[in-house]
Nanobody, 125 residues
Framework: VQLQASGGGLVQAGGSLRLSCVAS????????MGWFRQAPGKRREFVAG????????YYADSVKGRFTISRDNAKNTLYLQMNSLKPEDTAVYYC???????????????????WGQGTQVTVSS
């Protein structure tokens, strides 16, 4: 399984970015998928996630209403649309997938075995 994240960059507060994560070596639709982020000096935290079927979406309270997770099974690609960005959203963003994660652990980074390389998002004030 390989994951390639992209789309990060520098943006002003209030702006938008869309992150992409292209997956290979897996049956995309059978994996739970998530986005996590890690700011300097902080622990990696859950941002958003998809259930295995794709029917349920999960968000951290800090991004609810501003970020949207989506997926294109035909392209094996996971997206994170980030709107109304704030300086506190600055972090390295990682995509992660796993075939065994269940609903109760979808927010735990330790539950995921496969990770992308991360893409830097910097929001200036």
């Amino acid at each position: 399984v390989q994951l390639q994240a992209s789309g990060g960059g520098l943006v002003q507060a209030g702006g938008s970015l869309r992150l992409s994560c292209v997956a290979s070596g897996l049956t995309f639709s059978t994996y739970v998928m998530g986005w996590f982020r890690q700011a300097p000096g902080k622990r990696r935290e859950f941002v958003a996630g998809f259930s295995r079927s794709g029917g349920s979406q999960y968000y951290a309270d800090s991004v609810k209403g501003r970020f949207t997770i989506s997926r294109d099974n035909a392209k094996n690609t996971l997206y994170l649309q980030m709107n109304s960005l704030k300086p506190e959203d600055t972090a390295v963003y990682y995509c992660a997938v796993d075939p065994t994660v269940i609903t109760t652990t979808i927010r735990l980074s330790s539950a995921y075995h496969y990770w992308g390389q991360g893409t830097q998002v910097t929001v200036s004030s």
